[in-house]
């Protein structure tokens, strides 16, 4: 046994010197079926951006996003996220990358309006149990995920970018059509918890959408993990 930061004796795994054995986070988590991931299929359709009189994306019209259970005692932890372009609806593109509040501190209480994402597993195949997170995307057709209006006190911006014009059909030298972002490299882990989101919005300001298929990593902890 051992003691946490908070003084509570959990078992540990030792050498047979009794020196405790520890491993990253990551694989411990991983091991113990904490790891999800969710995206498309090979035979699913790119999702489709929002298309917008400007280039700015409309704060209530996301694309994918990825939301934390209502309870208390889940965290959730973005791990990585990738957006591959397929199309890049024939202009240059903007997108958006925030982190909200809990769902009950926003000024309108958080709510999206969307379908889960046709693929979701869990990291480790031998674990059964199925996330309490939503990963979500836009709803058939329009692949509009709907979002309750936001205020700029709701939401914390990661990332603002734009995809380089022409870079599907005429790649540039040393550009890529996948943009990725690895969230535990940059930093300390962001937390989702009580209904919190993280969303992605990407619109062009042209009659033609960007076409892309995502791919996300999360972690769903406690408070014990962590220490």
Not at 10 to 20: E, M, S, Y
Not at 23 to 38: C, Q
Not at 41 to 49: F, H
Request: glycine share 6%; aromatic share 6%.
């Amino acid at each position: 046994m051992f003691k946490t930061n908070a003084s509570v004796p959990v078992p540990a795994r030792t050498t047979g010197n009794r020196d405790v054995i520890t491993a990253p986070n990551l694989m411990k988590w991983a091991a113990e079926g904490k790891i999800f991931e969710a995206g498309q299929g090979l035979q699913t359709a790119a999702v489709e951006s929002q298309t917008e009189a400007t280039l700015t994306p409309d704060d209530v019209k996301a694309s994918i996003a990825l939301v934390a259970p209502t309870d208390r005692d889940t965290l959730v932890i973005p791990i990585m996220l990738r957006i591959c372009t397929e199309v890049e609806g024939g202009s240059v593109a903007d997108h958006q990358l925030i982190f909200t509040k809990k769902s009950n501190e926003c000024v309108t209480d958080l709510a999206l309006s969307g379908r889960d994402m046709v693929s979701v597993q869990n990291m480790n195949k031998l674990k059964g149990h199925k996330p309490k997170s939503s990963a979500l995307y836009g709803v058939a057709t329009t692949f509009l995920l709907t979002v309750s209006a936001l205020v700029d006190a709701d939401n914390i911006m990661y990332d603002f970018s734009a995809l380089v014009d022409n870079n599907v059909s005429v790649p540039l030298t040393g550009s890529s059509q996948q943009i990725s972002w690895h969230f535990l490299s940059a930093g300390a882990p962001h937390i989702l918890q009580q209904g919190a989101a993280m969303i992605f919005y990407i619109s062009a300001d042209t009659g033609s959408d960007v076409l892309f298929h995502q791919y996300m990593q999360w972690a769903e902890v406690t408070e014990a993990d962590l220490v």
